[in-house]
DNA sequence: GAGTTATCCTATCGTTCCGATCGGATTAAA
DNA sequence: TTTAATCCGATCGGAACGATAGGATAACTC
């Protein structure tokens, strides 16, 4: 279960473009560097989130990306989603496609169950939130354990 | 945020071998038909098993696997990561391991919760669950809403 | 219009992973 | 000795991953 370097980086550029407060667009170049993530890398991932509807972009001089929607509007999985497709699936199927026979029945209970507390996460987050360096109370109660924090 | 055929095959053989009740192990090739999973596939997949822990094997007639621990003190989690490492990844670097800055400083948070509710789900199925066909309070609650089962 | 700043599009590249298969060595029971 | 299995290492085609490059296009400034 892996979250890839092109997801990461998208999350990072679109938290950068919603802390810009004033409506001009940020260039790649300037959120590469802010982020620390290869620009032209980076121009691959934001072009992917143009075509996704997610950010919008101006061609030319004072030209760059801009948010489509507010930054309250748009959740982590929305840019998850726009860059790796759906948020969790199983052998290239979506758990509701699945079919199970004998002891693995119930494994399909399971999927489904671990889809839905990785939404209740990932679109609970907001780029406002990540922008104002805040989280939502479900990630600040699910993090407040220290064995939150622990690896395996 | 896939979970690999790899994975999937484990967990079902896993299963199988929670359901066979009598103490005789079970040759690769009778899981590989009763869950209709490549059989030379299945067998790379039972060594990974073994090497950590999760079966054991016994060679020649009469051979074949069993699970290494009683069926209820072996959780999906624990297969899965047998067979693909930690449940959760980012940029093959484990979430506590990362640093942001700048706007995504609070991202780690959320990276962190997401894994907190991944290990919520694996972690509380035994292969014993699924050999009985029932699964844990957890996971019935969490897919006992419609929404659940609807895709994106 | 010339120059400059950007996005945009397509192509490529090397490496790794994925899913899967094969041949043969080894072990054990009948 | 035969037969039934695991075990080991190699291989394979294809896809994905992370990243880079060249040039076309657009828009703003002077």
Redesign the pocket.
């Known amino acids: 279960m892996?979250i890839?370097?092109?997801?990461d980086?998208a999350v990072r550029a679109s938290a950068e473009l919603a802390a810009a407060t004033d409506g001009r667009?940020?260039?790649?170049?300037?959120?590469a560097r802010a982020q620390d993530?290869?620009?032209?890398?980076l121009?691959?991932i934001?072009?992917d989130l143009?075509?996704e509807g997610i950010v919008a972009?101006?061609?030319?001089?004072?030209?760059?990306?801009v948010l489509a929607r507010p930054a309250d509007r748009v959740t982590v999985a929305d840019v998850v989603r726009a860059v790796?497709g759906p948020l969790v699936f199983v052998?290239?199927a979506r758990p509701s496609d699945l079919e199970y026979t004998g002891s693995a029945a119930s494994l399909l209970h399971v999927w489904v169950a671990l889809r839905v507390n990785v939404r209740a996460v990932l679109e609970s987050v907001t780029l406002a939130d990540l922008a104002s360096g805040t989280v939502p109370d479900v990630v600040r109660d699910l993090t407040a354990d220290d064995g939150a924090w622990v690896n395996p």
């Open positions: 892996r890839s370097a092109k997801a980086y667009p940020v260039p790649a170049e300037a959120l993530v290869p620009h032209r890398f121009e691959a934001l072009s143009r075509r972009s101006r061609r030319g001089a004072n030209g760059g990306y790796e052998r290239d």
